[in-house]
């Protein structure tokens, strides 16, 4: 897979905002799609692999398909001054061992690095530190793990203007891994000035990317865990079933799960005086009731919906038991969701405050 140079080059963001780069090279042949406004993610059917509109403080900017193979997904962080691609191939040869994704890995991070090296030579880039290759693995569920190689890669990029040139020192972490027969390059940039705080930032991010690449191998078992708690939410069963799922959706907040902490914060607080418990189990439906829909790709109204749904039947099998729980709000959102109309009525709220 050899990167076309206008990717591996353009300007960073706001880095070299203002600046024009060298003539770049022939432009790739394909089709730049910009991202859906339904804040549904970007799914790699092949793959099965889902890719949502936010990760951490980074944005989805949309996607360019390659006319021969592959595509390339973005994601920035205009505030952080930070770019996350993401290169997605079908393996023109076979990974059926280890040893094959092992040696195929090698040569496309040879092949970064010799892209690298071009772009010094045509004066794009100085000064390059391509830092030590590693290796390790990424644990997937029931599954074997998937080989990476990584590597920091840091130079001086070159820009031009009017004014004459400007440099801007470059860091580069470059992650490479194979799954499904598809060849997956990660790769972060930020300008180096953002020292720690970029450095802590990237990790965030690749951590997320690491969380989307495990994911359709959980994710199915992480479903049936969902419809445990749903049979019998008072279960040891199924309050171990939603342990293990609220677990999972705290390594993955990209799910469109989204409940106002004004005012349910305050209803769980006033239940947990007058009923101690009470609110884990209105939390874990709210959640779990949300999480229901977020796994079937609902969108973020649906999934509030459900949520709140699940919530009213927890409420009331609840009240049966702990009367004292009541009270005149929490009582009108019960039944504005079991209407269907939990939305409106949340709405309607933010506009009364």
Known sequence: MNFPQKYLTCTLLALLAGLSALPAAEEPKGRWTPPTTDARPWKHGPTQLAFPPMLGGYRFVGHFDYEDNGVLLRYENLDEQGRLDLFLFKSESSLSTVADIQARLMTEMDIVVRDMETMIKNGRYKNLNTGELVGGELDLWQKQSLPIATRIITATRIGYSDAGSEEAVVRQWVGITALEDHIITIRHMRPAATGDAGEESMKQVVGLVFQLLKDPSLRTHIRELVDDYLKDPFSENGEQAAAAVLAYLKQTPYFPINIPEDPVSGWLDHVKKVAPGTEEHLLRAFMLGSAKVAFAEGDTESCFKA?????????????????????????????????????DWMKAYELRK
């Not at 927890?314 to 269907?340: M, S």
């Open 307 to 343: 949520g709140a749904r699940q919530f009213a039947k927890i409420y009331r099998q609840l009240l049966a038991d702990h009367p004292q729980i009541t009270r005149p709000e929490i009582e009108q959102f019960v039944t504005a969701a079991e209407a269907g109309q939990a939305l």
